[in-house]
């Protein structure tokens, strides 16, 4: 399988379907370090990201909101001292997509540069 972290987003659209519980078990292995939650009965991948202190946090949500910008998928992202927690789904079809863990493994890759 392709590397998720060098694969493009497509757009996504309403009727787009969600990843089946097959393709799940593919990708999820590739960002092994995200956790699958629910909330609001929407299915999300979320990772808490460690820092030492909240400038680091901060220049970690910065480079994740210019990279969501780049593509045009956009997560929720909660900046605290320390920590950054990234959650991404995709909102038109409430739930995960191929996107998503695209997104997660580009994510992960900002913690390499």
């Known amino acids: 399988m392709e590397d998720l972290s060098t694969m493009q987003c497509e757009a996504c659209r309403p009727e787009a379907p969600r990843v089946s519980e097959d393709e799940i078990r593919e ?11 629910e909330e609001d009965e929407v299915r999300r991948l979320q990772r808490v990201f460690k820092f030492g202190n909240f400038a680091e946090a901060l220049d970690f949500t910065n480079k994740t909101g210019a990279l969501a910008e780049e593509a045009g998928h956009h997560p929720a992202i909660l900046t605290e001292y320390g920590q950054v927690t990234v959650t991404w789904w995709s909102h038109k079809i409430k739930g995960l997509h191929k996107n998503d863990f695209i997104m997660a493994a580009k994510t992960d890759q900002l913690l390499k540069h």
């Open 27 to 37: 990708l999820h292995p590739q960002v092994p370090d995200w956790e699958i939650i």
